[in-house]
């Protein structure tokens, strides 16, 4: 009897396995999913600093800068560079002390602003970016601004989010940083210190957000693990103290905005105590064609909104810069 099941089960076998192969494609999906834009981490030298960037996208593409803010790098862009890499050249440096750059001593190196958007333009003048769009985001806003003014031909469109170019949104959270652009006393730039304490990063990425769980805690373990290298410290008190120096360029930067008119987005986390809403709406003086968005979220707004965000962003760009 055994000898005679084994064969049974074998001819069975081979009866229902084209039945199953027939059956198979019927519940393959119609489509392949898009296979993920590979991300390439790569470092310049540039002025004798490693400068690190993040880059992906076809070569050939329209570019988008994306300028980062304060404490993080562009760490904060890794969500949104592969929903634009398929078509845009899409290029994300971490400046001198932040992020994968060098942090060289700040007696020795100049923490400025006018310094991060010459390095910035070096860079891209490496990679042979002669037009580009522009995400500017918190200290990106003056770096990105600066820039625009070296090279205005350049910028092809701005994607403003919670980055400052008016006094309006330089509102209370403002005011021990401005006594210290008053008189540079030690005293003033000690005070300065909690800017960055680990309660202050946390509360960067979850104040004025109203799902926390949406914000992976990583981040502020990530920018806190650099803010507290040592000497950093006071490469962000020098940094705090230069950013007076990007106020009595806002009008500068303002009359930019008039007379080049760039196709601007601006995506605003509206609940940000840090860049207020306040700050969002004098862009519309100079620039009344722009999409306005106020976005129900704090400061990172990426972190918890990228689902609303990045078709905002992938519109805008596909629309006004995808032809540059």
Known sequence: MKHMILPLLLA???????????????????????????VH?????IDGVKMFYREAGPADGPIVLLLHGFPTSSHMFRNLIP??????????????????SDAPDHTKFAYTFGHYADMVDALMSQLGAR?????????????????????????????????????EGLTDFWNPIKAYWADGSAAHREALSVLVAPETTKFQYVDGVKDVSRID????SHDQALLDRPGNKDI????????????????????FFRERKPPTLIVWGKNDK???????????????????HLIDTGHFALEDKLDEMAPLIRSFLDRKIANH
């Open 274 to 292: 840090i860049f207020p809403e306040s700050g969002a709406h004098p862009y519309l003086r100079d620039l009344p064609n722009a999409e306005f």
């Open 83 to 100: 929903l634009l890499a398929d078509r845009y050249h899409v290029i994300a440096p971490d400046y001198p002390g932040f992020g994968e």
């Open 217 to 220: 805690p990583d981040n502020w």
């Open 131 to 167: 037009k580009y769009a522009m995400y500017v985001m918190d200290y990106g806003a003056p770096v990105g601004y600066r820039l625009a003014l070296k090279h205005p031909e350049r910028v092809t469109g701005l994607i403003v989010q919670n980055g400052n170019a008016y006094e």
């Open 41 to 45: 981490y790569r470092t310049a030298m």
């Open 12 to 38: 069975t076998k081979s009866i229902s396995l084209p039945t199953a192969a027939m059956a198979l494609p019927a519940s393959l999906p119609a489509a392949a999913a898009p296979v993920p834009a590979t």
């Open 236 to 255: 962000q008190l020098d940094l705090f103290h230069d950013y007076g120096t990007n106020v009595p360029l806002y009008p500068k930067f303002q009359a």
